[in-house]
């Protein structure tokens, strides 16, 4: 679709993608929950809202499974259920370490950084060392979005690009600017704190690697930027800033 390529880079995040899963919630609740749950967090899991209930639990499995995929390739043997998925006061997730004392290890724990995101029967997460930085993703269903909703969240540019396509098309095109303007909102840690409209992306030349993200006319941040369809139903995207 040429409207990508002309505002949008579509890289392979080849990088990243060791660090990414993407996960069913009909896996998910193939598996015990206190096989990778924490106490605390079963405690947590019982609070949920029930419709909310299946895909939280997607998400941490989603993301213990990189942090876990990370511990293990530095030689550390830990398992999901060490791990600890909480969120902080802006809802952000971070983890923490449940039984060790080993110094070395909680710090390391520590030290990295996730995005979780769940839509209808699906969740992704990514795990990523937060001294490198911001990370969001996010996956959204492809949906008919309501005229005023669009123009609310697109700025003139993607607004322009939008009224141009089919009916079809725009859906694709509006839930790929929605998407991702949401992972960015959570590479930055605000989420809908701030509006998306101010949001806007741009390609880097010549190569197709990073684009820029220029928010609220502030200097263009660099981002690594992986946006694809998925099941040609959903829009899954990742951001690093
Ligand atoms: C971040 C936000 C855009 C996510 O929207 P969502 O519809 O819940 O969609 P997703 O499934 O993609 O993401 C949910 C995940 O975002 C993460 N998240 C929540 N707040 C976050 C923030 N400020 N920064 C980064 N990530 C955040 C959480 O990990 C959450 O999953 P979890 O509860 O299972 O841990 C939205 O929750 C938000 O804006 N929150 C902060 C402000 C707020 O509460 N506003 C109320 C509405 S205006």
């Known amino acids: 679709m040429s409207y990508f390529n002309d505002l949008f880079v579509l890289d392979t995040f080849t990088e990243q993608t060791k660090l990414f899963e993407l996960i069913s919630v ?22 949920v809202v029930a419709s909310k209930k299946d895909e939280w639990l997607a998400g941490r499995k989603a993301a213990k499974k990189c942090i876990v995929r990370i511990l293990n390739s530095h030689g550390h043997k830990t398992e999901q259920k060490d791990i600890e998925i909480r969120n902080d006061d802006k809802g952000v997730p971070f983890f923490t370490l449940t039984e060790s004392t080993d110094s070395l290890l909680i710090a390391m724990v520590n030290g990295y950084t996730s995005s979780i995101s769940h839509c209808e029967g699906f969740a992704v997460a990514s795990v990523m060392d937060s001294s490198e930085g ?3 993703v996010d996956i959204e269903k492809i949906q008919k979005f309501k005229t005023g909703t669009v123009e609310a969240f697109m700025n003139k540019q993607e607004y322009d690009e939008y009224v141009k396509l089919e009916p079809l098309e725009q859906n694709k095109w509006a839930t790929v600017v929605w998407s991702l303007k ?9 989420g809908l704190r701030v509006h998306p409209k101010g949001i806007s992306f741009s390609k880097n030349t010549p190569k197709n690697t990073f684009s820029h993200i220029v928010h609220d006319n502030q200097k263009a941040v660099p981002a690594s930027v992986y946006c694809s369809i998925y099941k040609e139903e959903f829009v899954i995207t990742c951001i690093k800033i």
């Open 134 to 136: 911001g990370l969001g």
């Open 182 to 190: 949401e992972a960015y909102l959570k590479a930055i840690k605000q």
């Open 26 to 47: 009909d896996d998910v609740l193939k598996i015990p929950v206190d096989s990778f749950l924490s106490a605390y967090e079963i405690s947590l899991y019982d609070l």
